[in-house]
């Protein structure tokens, strides 16, 4: 009976000790996750960066010392008037990403909207301040440095217009609205080591999403991105970079795969995606660094809420234009349209433009190189599904 007795007990005290085993690692998980949370929480925290007032770095403007004016309560669009009058203003909305998925053709579509105008920057749409020329640089080479003034005065023309009695109400209200379509905002964030606030920092801590918040909180955003993989192949052979051919895009893609890799090596994903050093030798091979769209967008969402920015895939926007420029005028806050609105304006016609014809008569790309940028992109259209909530973003279709 005895021996019965201590059998039993040993078995308790046994299951008792993996008992706790069990509930200790649990305990730990827990843990684990619960700091991913948090981290994952403090990720997209809203930052708040400061004036740094006699610390500037450089010849580039400190816009986080700039104390912006009132906007206007009876102008749709975010305007003020300048001490002798004059009607300056922002831009309401940012057409930003991703290039060579369409962007040209969306923002000529959009500016076709009675209501909604363009700008005095490159071919109406890009004014390539925020990403380059603050910073006095474009895509490869230096430019002269523009001041936020000069930003401002390519939406002159713009200005008048919204001030016109034409584009006002009976009751006073002026409901034109301008835009911005400079793609490489989306992506483009070299200036960074020009930005005061990141003075002696290895990697960034203040982006263009956060300069842009200080101007003007209420910006709303278009983003629009296409299959990363077809979007590079377009890409390269639009950029006419290193060679003529789908061999030549495929040693591209590896040698710019490598380049990342030895990034990668002793930085983070974000050090390597904003370092200007990296993006010269991605503009010389293939520019694999505009589809991680998930670093991207994590950066934009720090700092702007997902009602503010409007997500769309190319392939939907292809297949159907007509209810994705509805889907647009409503989340610009601009009158709906009719069908036959529509097509007077040439808002509706099926016809794209800026197509990249090189890359047809080049043929498809190598099976090989498909397969390897599918690997590449695949962890990171998974990471911007999960961001989106919206799975479409995998680009399994």
């Excluded at 380049?259 to 990668?264: D, G, M, T, V």
């Amino acid at each position: 009976m005895m021996r019965r007795n201590r059998k039993h007990l040993t078995v308790l005290v046994l299951a008792g000790l993996l008992s706790l085993v069990w509930l200790f690692q649990l305990t730990n998980k827990s843990r684990f996750l619960q700091k991913a949370f948090v981290t994952e929480i403090r990720e997209y925290a809203i930052t708040k960066p400061i004036c740094l007032p006699n610390k500037t770095l450089s010849t580039t403007e400190d816009l986080l010392c700039m104390e912006m004016p009132s906007f206007l309560p009876d102008y749709k669009n975010p305007c003020w008037r300048n001490g002798d009058g004059r009607l300056r203003c922002l831009p309401y909305f940012m057409q930003i990403g991703m290039s060579k998925s369409g962007s040209t053709d969306l923002f000529d579509r959009i500016t076709q909207h009675p209501d909604i105008l363009g700008n005095q920057g490159v071919v109406g749409k890009e004014t390539r301040w925020w990403s380059w020329i603050r910073y006095g640089t474009t895509l490869i080479r230096k430019a002269k440095k523009k001041t936020f003034e000069d930003y401002l005065n390519l939406f002159n023309k713009p200005a008048l217009v919204i001030d016109s009695p034409t584009k006002t109400d009976e009751n006073g209200f002026h409901f034109a609205i301008t835009g911005d379509g400079s793609p490489m905002d989306a992506w483009d964030f070299r200036g960074w080591t020009q930005i005061p606030q990141n003075k002696g920092l290895k990697e960034p801590q203040v982006l263009t999403p956060d300069l842009v918040r200080h101007v003007n909180k209420n910006t709303k955003f278009i983003m629009i991105m296409r299959n990363p993989v077809e979007r590079l192949y377009s890409d390269y052979y639009f950029m006419r970079l290193a060679g003529d051919s789908s061999l030549h895009f495929h040693n591209s893609v590896v040698a710019s795969i490598a380049i990342l890799n030895q990034c990668l090596r002793n930085n983070s994903m974000l050090t390597c995606l904003t370092g200007n050093e990296q993006h010269q030798l991605w503009n010389r091979a293939a520019r694999i660094h505009i589809g991680f769209y998930s670093e991207h967008v994590k950066q934009w969402l720090r700092v702007f809420p997902r009602k503010q920015i409007l997500f769309l895939r190319t392939e939907d926007y292809s297949a159907d234009v007509s209810s994705h420029m509805s889907q647009i005028f409503n989340f610009l806050g601009s009158r709906p349209l009719t069908a036959t609105e529509m097509k007077s304006y040439g808002i509706s016609l099926e016809a794209k433009k800026h197509v990249t014809a090189r890359k047809k008569a080049k043929g498809p790309m190598l099976q090989k190189t498909r397969e390897l940028l599918t690997a590449l992109y695949e962890p990171y259209n998974k990471k911007l599904a999960e961001i989106l909530h919206e799975d479409r973003f995998l680009w399994r279709d």
